[in-house]
């Protein structure tokens, strides 16, 4: 019977996978080749056998197939530098498309210590041109989630810490057949560095990762929902703690993401799978921008001083069920927004707004390009007609037309056509 077919991820090891996993993986590959160029001292002038010998080590250990071309370049002694050419490895047994992992070089310097020390002592790995594959095909198989060896081998026994992993040029694709048969998501041209690694030993709790700092830029894609653009990515002090019979752990110090024309921070996220927590801010951007950049195509046009998003800072919690944004403050044109939102069906929110002018809004809502002071004022409800709503908003001044309103209060319960009524 096919081992590689009965292991089952836990719930959520699909993103330790994509987090450790695959760099695991070609730390791996890397690894076994430092080890043999320690071994051989010589540069290598005919590498086929050992080649070989890699590949059929990898085969036992993981069950799919590694295929390595080219030579492998081996100097700089007792500093050895290891520089491995092309190479693929491959999918599960019977999975049918390209294979999971491909690159076009591996560059890497260990020291000699290695041999006989417990813990590698490591330079920069810098791979180049990777591939990333990640597929589901059409009967719900992946090739990515049973990355590992087959037999479980338990905490690891030595630690680990190298300065820095780079990945340059690299392709990162995730296909889903049961979908589409194009990738849903991409991320091109990616340049990614992660400095000052480390892996504790041994620990009866599982293995614990430390990363100082990452760094990603890439072009990214996706069809569902519609997006592209620029990607930027910076996270600084990731820590991470894998047990081995429960769910994962990760503690990240901050993450700065730009999207398109979104810049975004978040500090002090803690992730306990399923649920998180953090602290997130937004850098000012237009509304129809930030709702272009969601993916979402929105009912009016910002202008250099209206529908502009000048501040956002909320915490956000989710437990598995529900997200809830709290200690919110936003800024909108002038108008400073403060409360808490709870999004379940419906959502339900408690806001209080300093002023707003309603007057100049009725029309970006409205669609209309010119105002006309002798029609009827209408409230701006095509924006939440379709939102199931239920809560409170709490003016302390409203201004339309001359007229003052002051300490105005809003009961809110909209119930789309087809939906629950507000409970």
């Not at 160029?37 to 069950?63: F, H």
């Not at 492998?72 to 190479?87: E, K, R, T, Y």
Request: aromatic letters at 6%; proline letters at 8%; zero cysteines.
């Amino acid at each position: 019977m096919n081992n590689t077919a009965e292991r089952k991820p836990a719930r959520w090891r699909w993103a330790l996978v994509l987090l450790l996993g695959l760099p695991g993986l070609l730390l791996g590959v890397v690894l076994l080749l430092a080890v043999v160029g320690i071994l051989l001292r010589d540069p290598i002038v005919n590498s086929s056998p050992v080649r070989n010998e890699i590949s059929l080590a990898l085969r036992e250990l993981t069950g799919r197939d590694i295929t390595l071309r080219g030579e492998i370049d081996i100097d700089d002694f007792p500093w050895i530098a290891v520089v491995v050419g092309p190479g693929t490895f491959g999918n599960p047994p019977g999975f049918v498309g390209p294979p999971l992992l491909s690159w076009q070089e591996i560059r890497l310097r260990v020291h000699y210590s290695t041999l006989y020390e417990p813990a590698p002592l490591l330079d920069r790995i810098t791979i180049t041109g990777l591939v990333i594959e990640l597929r589901r095909d059409r009967e719900g198989r992946d090739n990515f989630s049973d990355i590992g060896p087959i037999e479980p081998s338990g905490p690891p026994e030595a630690a680990l810490a190298m300065p820095a992993i780079e990945l340059r040029n690299a392709i990162i694709r995730y296909t889903d057949e049961t979908q589409a048969t194009e990738p849903l998501a991409a991320l091109d041209g990616v340049n990614l560095t992660v400095e000052k690694i480390s892996r504790g030993a041994g620990l009866p709790e599982g293995a614990h990762w430390q990363v100082g700092a990452l760094s990603l830029t890439a072009n990214a894609k996706m069809t569902q929902p519609s997006l592209a653009g620029p990607l930027n990515v910076r996270v600084r002090g990731l820590d991470a703690r894998i047990p081995e019979d429960a769910d994962m752990s990760i503690d990240v110090a901050n993450v700065e993401l730009g999207f398109d024309a979104l810049r975004a921070n978040i500090n002090a996220l803690v992730f306990r799978p399923p649920s998180f927590a953090a602290a997130v801010s937004l850098d000012a951007i237009a509304l129809d921008k930030l709702l272009r950049t969601a993916g979402v195509n929105p009912p009016f046009r910002s202008t250099p001083s209206l529908l502009r998003l000048r501040k956002l800072a909320m915490q956000t919690r989710f437990d598995g069920k529900l997200l809830r944004l709290e200690d919110l403050a936003l800024k909108i044109d002038d108008s400073s927004i403060r409360g808490r939102l709870l999004l379940d069906d419906p959502v339900r929110l408690t806001l209080e707004i300093d002023r707003i002018d309603l007057e100049k809004y009725t029309a970006a809502f409205g669609g209309e390009s010119d105002y006309d002071p002798e029609a009827p004022l209408a409230f701006p409800g095509k924006l939440l007609q379709d939102l199931p709503l239920d809560g409170r908003i709490r003016f302390g001044n409203i201004s339309a037309r001359g007229a003052n309103l002051k300490a105005v209060t809003l009961r809110l319960e909209s119930s789309p056509k087809g939906a629950s009524p507000p409970r």
